[in-house]
């Protein structure tokens, strides 16, 4: 797609460290090194993030993701890795083609802090809220 960022690194129009390649995705260095080895996963076709991908495309991708979270936290000797996936704007998307942030995790010295402010249970409404996004088995 013309006017996309990832899309030229991608094609190779613009440089990119890469991690990873093949037929359907690429992994590169995100510029910002949130966490040292900070990496974006991407698929090699257009998508403007996850909520259009049907199940083929969005298998091919996340096929790839235990391996190279597995190679980043070997080779960095990090504890452990956050996987982010940022779903338009109000999420904090701000490059509009998929991508999957792989952050490796350095315990307590890295720098990057992620908290949810947890509520205490409401079992009731959890089961009305439930009975509202059952799904169909698809
Ligand atoms: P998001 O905010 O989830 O859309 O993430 C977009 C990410 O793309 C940000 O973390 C940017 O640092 C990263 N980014 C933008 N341009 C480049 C680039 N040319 N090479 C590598 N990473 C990039
Ligand atoms: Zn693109």
Request: net charge negative.
């Amino acid at each position: 797609m013309s006017d996309c960022i990832f899309c030229s690194i991608v094609a190779g129009d613009i440089p990119s460290s890469i991690v990873y390649e093949d037929e359907d995705v690429l992994a590169f260095l995100d510029i910002t090194q949130v966490t040292k080895g900070h990496t974006l996963v991407v698929p090699k076709k257009h998508f403007r993030n996850l909520l259009e991908m049907d199940e083929v495309a969005s298998a091919a991708l996340f096929a790839k993701i235990p391996v190279i979270a597995q190679h980043l936290k070997e080779q960095l000797g990090a504890s452990g890795v956050n996987l982010i996936s940022n779903m338009e704007a109000s999420a904090g998307q701000t490059v509009f083609h998929t991508h999957v942030h792989l952050l490796p995790r350095f315990d307590d010295k890295d720098g990057l802090h992620i908290s949810f402010d947890a509520n205490e249970p409401d079992f009731p409404v959890l089961a009305q809220l439930a009975d509202q996004l059952r799904m169909e088995t698809k």
